[in-house]
Each structure stands twice: as C-alpha cells, then as structure tokens.
C-alpha cells in the first residue's frame, strides 16, 4: 500500500476575520489521483494553496495545525522547494503572453536547473508537451506565442509547464471548467496517464461529480471549510454516508 503523498492535522485558515478553513483533517495516498469535492465558497482552491504556499502570498492569513507533502513539513522546507515539489495548474489558462509555447515550458526548468544542457532541455520541453498530449499539435510552431493556441490548448501548455519541474506532486484547481470537452477529455487521459505512468500523485478541485467518478481512485467533500466525507471513489459514488454529499452529487448544492 502507498504512504501518504500528503498529511494534513487540524489545518485552520483565516484571511481577515473570516474563518475559511476549520479544522481539516486529511491523508492523500501517494500515486493516485483524488478529487476535492464541495459547493462554491467551501475553501477547496485555499486548501490547494496550503499545500503549496501560495496562501502565503495573501496579505492578513493565518494558517495554523501541521501539513506535510511526502513527510516533511511544509512549513519547515524552503517555499521555492515546496513549490517545485508540487506544481500546480489553475481554473483560468495563464501562459506568459510575452513568451513561445516553447519557453513558457522551459521557464521553470531554466530557473531551478531542472535541465542541465539545451538538449536535456530540448527533451524535457517535448516530454512535458508530450505528457499534456499537446506534443503533435504545436511541434512545428514551438516559437509561435501561447495566444494563437485555443482556450484548451493554453490549458494543456499551462500543465506541461507545472511538469517541466518534475513534480512528485500534480495540484489542479478545476482544470476543465473553462474549456471545450475535448480538451476536457484529453487534460483527463494526460492525468490518468501521468497516474499510471509517472506514479505521479494528482490531487484536483473539481465542480463535476461525473468527473471525479471518471478520474479518482479517492474522493474528499468538503463543505463550509470542513471534510464532511472522504474515501475511495467508488463506495463515496455508489452509497454515500453524508447527505451532503448526496445532495451534491444530485447536483442540490
């Protein structure tokens, strides 16, 4: 059996007066792929940012409790180390406008020594494409800007660029939620492939039960800042404990 990719022990997050996270309590196994369910406003995407350090960039948060990514403290290792660690994809698609399809995949692997020579480079940059299933459709136009791609296809480069680092660990804020279902299904089987693979361990926010259902091996709902649910995907989809989570995957809240 997998250890846990990452540990979260009574994490509370508040910005201001507000009280967004309270009392999370959380195992994510290593090499698989969970969802983060719940409503709009429960504190999924603060969440992501914990276990990244992004919330740090938030003026006025208070974080307390303990989070480890691979049994080490979040709060005890370098942010950059963190962060490299654990590359992350957000809602919008968010290229360098001023940069080529080709370097916005390197821009990373440039700046932490991911690739040691222009042809270590080189190849890191078409596995990425290659992993985000993007490799074909811009080979001949690598130093074409990211705004000729549709919606779909900036996405696609947004998560070969967060894999051009190597992450041990994938975090997606509702990847799909903003493009066509076509790159939806293709963002889908790059994830299922990385899984199966890379080993790599994914860990996404999605507003879609049926897309949970159709990626993870493990489910969370969260609601009001609180887990009300976790457990594999399959018994979360077919007999559900909490009604909250029956109501959500009927689409009532």
Known sequence: MNGPA????????SIGEKEILKGINLTIPEGTISALMGPSGSGKTTLLRVVNRLIDLIDGVKVS???????KSIMDMDVYEVRRMSG???QIPNPFPHMSIYDNVAIGA????VAKSKRELDELVKWA??????????KSRLRDPPWRLSGGQQQRLCLARALALKPKLLLLDEPTANIDPVNTL??????RNLR??????IFMVT????????LADYTVMIYDGRVVEEGPTEEIAISPRHELTRKFLRGEV
């Open 129 to 138: 494409l290659e992993r985000a299933m993007l490799w074909d459709e811009v």
């Open 88 to 90: 992350m994809v957000f």
């Open 6 to 13: 990452i540990e979260i022990r009574d994490l509370r997050v």
């Open 186 to 191: 293709k963002i889908e089987e790059a994830l």
């Open 65 to 71: 409790g303990i989070v480890k990514v691979f049994g």
């Open 207 to 214: 507003h879609m039960p049926q897309q949970a259902i159709r």
């Open 110 to 113: 440039r700046v932490n020594g």
């Open 196 to 201: 199966k693979e890379e080993g790599m361990t």
